[in-house]
Every structure is written in structure tokens, then in C-alpha cells.
């Protein structure tokens, strides 16, 4: 999802920048445009790290004898951190 937001402003801030030929007193659209644009490559940037992150997995694996039979228990995480 935030890949589709950062491609969304950049090409907002590009439409306002390079694509409008709009003059408003109260406001700068080619100043928010290139906010925009800045906005979007940073979320583009965060997303990308964020998606090639390393995840790490704990694997524990247990073995008893009970009441004469052998008893194996596995017991899975991934660790978001």
C-alpha cells in the first residue's frame, strides 16, 4: 500500500508541477507539487525497506516418551522485529 500512495503523489505533484497552467493567488501549486513529488519518493523509499526487511523464524522441536509412546511437538514463530 505504500508503494500505490508514493506513486500517487509523485505523479499528483507532477500533474501540478509540469502538467497545470493554473495561477492562484493564495496558494503555489508548483511549490505543492514538488512537496508532493518529495512526499511520494520518500514513502517510495520507506516502502521498498520496509518490504526487503529481514524476517528471522524460531523453530523448537520437543521429543518425551509418554505412557510408552514417543511424543514429538514442533512449535513455530517469525519474529516481526
Do not use: C, H, P
Request: aromatic letters at 8%.
Amino acid at each position: 500500500m505504500s508503494l500505490g500512495l508514493g506513486i500517487f503523489l509523485v505523479v499528483v505533484g507532477a500533474i501540478l508541477v509540469f502538467a497545470l497552467n493554473i495561477s492562484v493567488d493564495w496558494i503555489d501549486l508548483d511549490f505543492v507539487g514538488y512537496i508532493f513529488m518529495g512526499a511520494g519518493a520518500v514513502i517510495i523509499i520507506l516502502g521498498i525497506v520496509l518490504l526487503t526487511r529481514k524476517r528471522t523464524s524460531v523453530s523448537t522441536t520437543r521429543s518425551a516418551v509418554v505412557d510408552g509412546e514417543q511424543v514429538t511437538q514442533e512449535k513455530r514463530s517469525i519474529d516481526d522485529i
